[in-house]
């Protein structure tokens, strides 16, 4: 092996990215199967191509997915061994689509939390599993992190944002965080943008394909997100959040079913509207500030409004927003 082949020269920055070089590593927050691919397939084999180092932090095994496997195997119900063989499937799926992206079977590490169940692993594990993904990340000691966008609609990705948030707290040099969105539609403006070689987007679309399971009813969105240039907001960029008025007006005939929750460094805490320590803005009446609690003054601090009642629909409404 020559001496440039064994030291690649680094790649030209991306509009504003650093270069990517041999020092590059990168670590992608994957809460399901095909979120490596859809979200950072481009960006993944870029980091690669420049001698980079690649992990996978893969949250769940994605077993929770019930409507493309009742297609795909023609049931109804869905007991705990065909979840589990379903996580299985994805997981052979997730091999090949970073053997197609280039990345060793290596960089990929499995927390094994469960599927649709990251919220309830930040509200009611927060002791446990922010300590988890702050031992992964530091062991693997990224200087580029890719993390769901704190308002990706699927609980699962919101959540996962804020566990890496809440993980990274206190950190004197952390990581720079670029996140990328699944579900749902930005607020915000400043992304960056990442477009591929004509070979790297082949190697993506075959990385998709390879998730077969997810193709099966998703092919269309999937395939339009791929086709895509991969879009990241830098948050490195963004300004710290100070301000505690919510950004809800959740409707008055909503308010008894709905549960508000706010996590920090310090733990999470969670009411009913009626009983969370909110008052109105003295600027705004239809605006509610979030009182100062004990305990959980300290940045970074994030707030959930859900409807605390049974539902089909697995996609937040309101989701999580930075205090």
């Known amino acids: 092996m020559n001496e440039f082949a064994a030291n690649p020269p680094p790649t030209m920055p991306t509009n504003g990215l650093p270069a990517f070089s041999a020092q590059t590593r990168l670590l992608v927050v994957a809460p399901h199967p095909d979120d490596e691919t859809i979200a950072t397939g481009l960006l993944i084999q870029q980091v690669l191509a420049a001698g980079g180092e690649v992990r996978i932090l893969l949250l769940t095994a994605g077993d929770n997915n019930p409507w493309p496997q009742r297609w795909l195997e023609r049931r109804v119900w869905i007991g705990a061994a065909d979840r589990q063989r379903w996580g299985r499937r994805r997981h052979s799926e997730l091999l090949q689509a970073l053997h197609c992206l280039g990345a060793p079977t290596p960089a990929l590490q499995t927390l094994g939390w469960p599927d649709m169940g990251v919220t309830d692993m930040l509200l009611h594990a927060t002791a446990e599993a922010v300590p988890a993904l702050a031992s992964a990340i530091q062991r693997f000691r990224p200087d580029l992190v890719a993390l769901p966008a704190l308002d990706d609609r699927h609980p699962d990705h919101g959540s996962a944002h804020v566990l890496v948030r809440l993980a990274l707290a206190g950190q004197s040099d952390p990581p720079r965080l670029l996140a990328y969105l699944v579900h749902g539609h930005a607020h915000y403006n400043g992304f960056i943008e990442i477009h591929g070689s004509a070979a790297q987007t082949a190697n993506k679309r075959n990385a998709l394909a390879a998730h077969r399971s997810q193709m ?107 205090l």
């Open 216 to 322: 099966a009813l998703s092919s269309k969105r999937l395939c339009r997100l791929t086709d895509m240039p991969e879009r990241y907001l830098d948050l490195s960029a963004m300004p710290t959040a100070s301000s505690s008025t919510l950004p809800w007006r959740p409707s008055r005939w909503l308010r008894p079913w709905l549960r508000l929750s706010v996590v920090s460094a310090a733990g999470a805490q969670s009411w009913r509207w009626r009983h969370a320590p909110l008052q109105r803005d003295s600027h705004d009446q239809d605006a509610y500030q979030l009182m100062v609690l004990a305990g959980t003054a300290a940045a970074p601090r994030f707030a959930r409004l859900a409807l605390d009642l049974p539902s089909v629909w697995i996609f937040d409404h309101w989701g999580w927003c930075a």
